[in-house]
DNA sequence: CGGTTAGTTGAGCTGGATCAAGCGTAGTGG
DNA sequence: CCACTACGCTTGATCCAGCTCAACTAACCG
């Protein structure tokens, strides 16, 4: 159940076979959800925080005129909502992009976490502090990056995050189930316009997006476009 | 030395007087830095992290071709680079704006924290979670808002945020030692730009910003034009 | 008093928005 | 099996918020 979870966080740090317990022993309840289940509403307490296990889900603001903004992408082994737990009551939505498999993780089994494992809760805290890394690369792309190249740069985080899960084929292509009006609210931008930057990246042969499916076919010239830099990711061993 | 960051904790939950002991104990060599100092640069290690007692910084990323994205403003009581003790490296860099006056806090101090005060913990990990929202709210500005109520939003937010550490006069101004252009840098736009607006929201008359203040004359009806709703920096008390 | 930095203004340009229509395909129900 | 609908994608025409470039002013400062 937590499969996807231990991936993401072996990645960054070591986790013990006791620690594994504990996860293990804190994420309950797995269920499917279908596409567009909201799974948490701006504003709500939350008592537990949900692990995405398979699927994509996003979190998103509403503006009153109807705008809406996509904040982060969620894929499998995401602790979607992990920062609920300290927060209590969320600041966004959360909501099923396809068909979904999640887990729950109890407030209360993540505070016996804080009380008696110290270095797991520390990996914990730094998993969140990843979204805030997140957070701030997207500022960086809405504040300070054109259209192109900030479709590029989505495209190249999520083959990243996707490839740590396992979840990109060999060809570097990757599934992924959003319309371009999903994209829009991803990128600030109208879904006219994300039609139009599509083909604009299409025509450089970087890559292209189809059918709910991303293949990426210059690997490095998309990096170069999008100027991306995967720090931010914190891919490599570091933490304890 | 902590004063403003107590202020600021007491503010969303109870510090009891043996964590107040403990925070004291892992702050230490305050010390003055001038205006234009960088406290971190990107990517770079770090062994400690930043309180800032009084002042303004801000952490920033840059683009190749010299443009600059400001993340987030940090005020007096903020724990500017809490997140590297989880992180270790930065993904950005942090650079005072005003003279401001700084503490330190080693990771050392910070891990014997999450091994002796799991409350505390929770609470430090919640303040990285409140980072992280102040994020997202900027992600939702860049993407959807224009240039005015962006602006507005800006000025709401650091009203509030300073008000919580009593930084804000009784007439509901307040000193923001940037410039145009720093604000620019937040807002995602031209320092050309960021005048015109300026001259909008003059216009408005619900606030101006002259020579490094910033007088907010209505504030009702600053946070309708900007559309804010101040949920996302959790002000009431909560936690535990 | 010359240099520098911040703010201001104007003119023209452009990336992306807006509005509107058309098109392909996957249901869905009669 | 076919009409009907709905949704996602595409295209065209026009508009405008914000950008670029350039010059000018005001305040400060050594």
Redesign the interface.
């Known amino acids: 159940m937590i499969e996807t979870l231990l991936l993401r966080l072996r990645a960054r740090d070591e986790v013990s076979a006791e620690e594994e317990q504990a996860l293990r022993w804190t994420v309950t309840h797995s269920r499917e959800v279908p596409p567009g289940t909201i799974i948490v509403h701006e504003?709500q307490e939350t008592e537990t925080s949900t692990l995405l296990i398979e699927g994509f889900m996003c979190?998103y603001?509403d503006?009153?005129d109807g705008?809406?903004?996509i904040?982060?992408m969620q894929v499998a082994g995401d602790f979607v909502d992990l920062?609920g737990?300290?927060?209590?009551?969320l600041?966004?939505s959360i909501m099923a992009l396809g068909p979904c498999r999640i887990a729950e993780a109890p407030h209360s089994r993540l505070?016996r976490i804080?009380?008696e494992h110290?270095h797991l809760?520390?990996?914990l805290?730094?998993t969140?502090?990843?979204?805030?890394?997140a957070?701030?690369?997207?500022?960086?792309s809405?504040?300070?990056?054109r259209a192109l190249p900030r479709l590029a740069h989505l495209f190249c985080e999520l083959h990243l995050r996707l490839q740590l899960v396992r979840r990109v084929l060999a060809d570097n292509s990757y599934h992924l189930p959003l319309t371009q009006a999903d994209l829009s609210d991803c990128?600030?931008i109208t879904p006219v316009h994300v039609n139009r930057t599509m083909q604009l990246l299409r025509e450089t042969g970087l890559a292209e997006f189809r059918s709910g499916i991303v293949h990426i076919h210059d690997i490095a010239g998309l990096h170069a476009l999008a100027?991306f830099d995967p720090?931010?990711l914190?891919l490599s061993r570091?933490?304890r």
Do not use: M
């Open positions: 504003g979190r603001k503006l009153r705008k809406r903004q904040l982060e920062h737990f300290t927060l209590k009551r600041d966004h505070r804080t009380e110290a809760t520390r990996l805290w730094f969140t502090n990843l979204d805030a890394a957070h701030r690369s997207w500022v960086l809405l504040g300070r990056r990128l600030g100027e720090q931010y914190y570091k933490p």
